[in-house]
């Protein structure tokens, strides 16, 4: 009798401890800030610059989508190259601000949307777009934020929705000064860093140490997507520090799958 109340108090804490915040909440708590909000900051710019060279050069890279597009400034760049381009984010604060922020120059021709908007809020590992969708799916600074359990998921969603080409840049290395280093916020948040904006909106106790939650080096990542299919075409130059990006492409002529 005792012996099992004893158990019963171990196992306690452990239930009532709240799980660090992650994943959609965790983005749409700091979208809710005014993350995001700085449009001069885009990752992708090194990615967008590799796909216009590869273009110059006959890749047929026609369609492009954009995985964790927050802002959408990479999808708008990618239309005025006349590139059909959409962009999820896990984050609907994330779409609705690229919404708001761009309109295609064609309508929804423009964008793939198979009937939907061309941003919208979805997670990596389930993509609303049919199989080989787009030709290419570039994707900046999103891989790492992903949870290990999802990293599977996640590669085979890309080797699903992308024909041909990956064009990725991915962290190898933890971050950890976002939250606490940076002001973005807007409205009630002004001025406030990341890290006390999610305070004020209640998740005190639920802060995460650090936003990448998977750091791995380039031979993980390309063993991850050999796997689904793909192998490195060219690496992307960048900043030593900024590791690391990268073009994976499709080892087998892409063969769609029977309806
Ligand atoms: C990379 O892809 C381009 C475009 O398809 C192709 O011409 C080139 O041979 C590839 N490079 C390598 C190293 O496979």
Known sequence: MRRSLLLLFAGAPLAYAPAALQGKELYEALYATGWGKDTRVSQGAKLLHTIRNMRRQGAAIDSVLDVGCSHGNVVAELWQSGIVASGVDIARGAADLATSLHKPPHGRAS?????????????????????????????????????????RAATAEFARVARNFLVLKIANRPEGSTLSGSRAGVGKFQGRTFKDALHQQGYADRLPTQLHTTVKGNEFWHEEFRRVGFALNRTIPDASWACCAYVLHRIEPYRPSRE
């Open 111 to 151: 964008c793939n949307g198979e009937g939907r908007p061309c941003f919208q809020a979805a997670s990596a590992t389930s993509l609303p777009f049919r199989d080989g969708a787009f030709d290419a799916i570039a994707s900046s600074d999103v891989l790492e934020h992903v949870d290990p359990s999802d990293v």
